[in-house]
């Protein structure tokens, strides 16, 4: 699937990904391939990422590697949309 993390400063990825962990305001929910269309508030928390990632290096700082091989990102909140296996996280 393809996911786009963007925030208020600048596109931090955009590319292919296995699967998407992201914190739901009611709790972490995991996305794969082909999941059902959802539009859903995110919360305080990590993002993970999973997958052979390629980050560009002017935002690798706010990257950070996970215990099982992710790829993690720390946001305060944001939104996130999944259609038509695209992924779209607006992260603050």
């Known amino acids: 699937m393809f996911l786009e993390i963007v925030t208020p400063e600048a596109t931090l990825y955009s590319g292919e990904v296995t699967s998407i962990a992201v914190p739901g305001v009611n709790g972490?929910?995991?996305?794969l391939d082909n999941h059902a269309p959802i539009v859903s508030i995110l919360g305080k928390g990590n993002v993970k990422?999973?997958?052979n990632i390629d980050i560009n290096k002017s935002?690798?700082?706010k990257f950070t590697k996970g215990d099982n091989n992710e790829t993690l990102l720390a946001i305060n909140s944001g939104?996130?949309?999944m259609k038509?296996?695209?992924v779209i996280v607006?992260?603050?």
């Open 28 to 31: 972490e929910f995991q996305m």
């Open 79 to 81: 939104t996130i949309e």
């Open 59 to 61: 935002v690798a700082d």
């Open 90 to 92: 607006l992260a603050d």
């Open 84 to 86: 038509n296996n695209k």
């Open 49 to 51: 990422i999973y997958g």
